[in-house]
């Protein structure tokens, strides 16, 4: 459940239920709110210090977009992401970084390498001390960057229309997996290969990073279910 208000603010030029959505859906991206947390009106009004009704129409719209799922006589819960949803989400990625590290290692400018080089480098720190929050923050960035510097527009458009399930499946595989040096080892892979200007190279690394992943993933995955067995 939510501690305390941090950023909520009420903005005149917003519907105050839009208001109260963003601020919910930014509280499951972040992990403030977890996976099968139960969400209830009354308790979030008071907290927030909105009636009951805004809270209802942002949880609404929370179900719609996937993020809450309603159970019969139950109420409304923090939706799960499933091991088909994460494996779903990586297939996509295999293809989206691939072709997105090919392309910025031929558009990407010299002083864009270097805040590239930046990220990894604060990827790294991060790791050193044990940063979780800081690796989530530093991956996001890395990968973002790397799509900004394909100069595709449309690319850019797609990966943001699903940047929200990316962010989730980062907070799923930071809290249950702990290869955070192979990701490092990856992330320096295909930086030196953008930096190179080696296409190839980047695609290959891109997808080879993602593909590791998935693997590790469907161990899991396999885990889980025989725990269920």
């Known amino acids: 459940m939510i501690k305390k208000k941090g950023k ?7 519907p105050l239920g839009e208001v109260v959505f963003d601020y919910l859906r930014e509280a499951i991206l972040s992990g403030e709110l977890k996976p099968g ?15 009951r009704t805004p809270v209802r129409e942002a949880i609404r719209k929370l179900q719609k977009e996937k993020f809450v799922e309603m159970i019969p006589r139950k109420g409304a819960y923090v939706a799960n992401l499933t091991a088909k949803d ?24 010299d002083e864009e390498i270097d805040e590239l080089g930046e990220i990894l480098s ?22 973002d960057k790397i799509f900004e510097a394909t100069r595709n527009n449309k690319l850019i458009d797609m990966v943001r229309d699903l940047h929200d399930q990316f962010q989730r499946f980062r907070l799923i595989y930071f809290n249950e997996f702990d290869n955070y040096v192979e990701l490092q080892t990856w992330h320096e892979k295909i930086y030196k290969a953008i930096k190179n200007r080696d296409s190839e190279g980047a695609r290959i690394n891109a997808e080879n990073h993602v593909k590791l992943i998935m693997q590790i993933v469907l161990k899991w995955k396999e885990a889980q279910e025989k725990k269920v067995d």
Not at 8 to 14: E, P, R, T, W
Not at 37 to 51: K, N, P, Y
């Open 86 to 109: 994460i494996i779903d989400v990586l297939e996509i990625r295999i293809v989206l970084e691939g072709f997105a590290s090919e392309l910025a290692s031929v558009r990407i400018t």
């Open 37 to 51: 947390e139960r969400l209830m009106e009354i308790t979030l009004a008071e907290q927030l210090g909105v009636s």
């Open 8 to 14: 909520f603010h009420i903005k005149n030029y917003k």
């Open 122 to 143: 604060g990827f790294n720190n991060s790791l050193d001390t044990k940063d979780t929050v800081g690796m989530i923050e530093r991956d996001n960035e890395f990968h």
